[in-house]
């Protein structure tokens, strides 16, 4: 089993709609989560922290279960520019490793 | 600058070639990870230092690879003999503390494309 699971998608909604996604991860051990989106040809830049009592930022919230081991992302009243890849990031087996999922992709539609 | 820079940008080298890719983390920043990324995947870990040590290295898909940081700033990571398979994003990341929970930093990546 992977590290850090994403389902790779493309989930293509309209502009104004919500949607959520999934990351499941494997290390029961891990503290720190994070959400970050890529952009086409472009580097990974953080988009949210993960904490246990859940993680709100506008249009974005950010949950853990950590008893089924899945982190989610809900993002509402999407926008055209919202489109992208939205990465998971689990620390993996060893402590200070940084393990990403293959990252989910987004378009919203006019 | 602020962020992290790589370089270079874009390299093109023939099947056989040894490669050099450099990274310059932030400042002061005690973490330094590399990814490797091939088109449509997530970074996949290559390789961990803090300071100037290797302390993971578990990443790295064989012998031909090799990174170094030996001051604990600058890392160049070495890929011998390319293949064909090598043809991916490499991408470096730094971060402030040795800590998890503290946000890493990319640069835009190196676009190794081997022919």
């Known amino acids: 089993r992977k590290e850090v699971e994403q389902d790779p998608g493309p989930f293509n909604v309209p502009e104004g709609a919500t949607v959520a996604f999934n990351c499941t991860y494997s290390?029961?051990?891990?503290?720190?989560f994070f959400w970050y989106r890529q952009d086409c040809r472009k580097e990974p830049k953080l988009l949210m922290s993960v904490y246990s009592s859940g993680n709100e930022d506008g249009r974005f919230t950010a949950q853990l279960n950590r008893a089924s081991q899945y982190i989610s992302l809900l993002i509402r009243d999407s926008k055209l520019s919202d489109s992208a890849t939205y990465l998971c990031?689990?620390?993996?087996?060893?402590?200070?490793?940084?393990?990403f999922g293959t990252g989910t992709k987004l378009q919203v539609i006019p | 600058g602020a962020g992290v820079s790589q370089s270079p940008r874009y390299k093109v080298a023939k099947r056989g070639q040894d490669v050099a890719l450099r990274c310059d983390p932030i400042s002061g920043h005690v973490s330094l990870f590399w990814y490797q990324q091939a088109l449509g995947q997530g970074p996949e870990f290559l390789t961990y230092?803090?300071?100037?040590?290797?302390?993971?290295k578990s990443g790295l898909p064989s012998d031909r690879f090799f990174a170094e940081r030996p001051e604990g700033s600058v890392s160049t990571l070495k890929i011998q003999r390319t293949q064909q398979e090598d043809s991916a994003v490499y991408l470096c990341?730094?971060?402030?503390?040795?800590?998890?929970?503290?946000?890493?930093?990319f640069g835009q990546g190196t676009r190794l494309t081997v022919v």
């Open positions: 990031v689990a620390p993996g087996r060893g402590y200070q490793k940084v393990t």
């Open positions: 230092f803090q300071n100037e040590a290797q302390l993971d």
């Open positions: 990341a730094s971060r402030s503390s040795g800590e998890a929970n503290t946000e890493a930093f």
């Open positions: 290390n029961s051990a891990s503290q720190s």
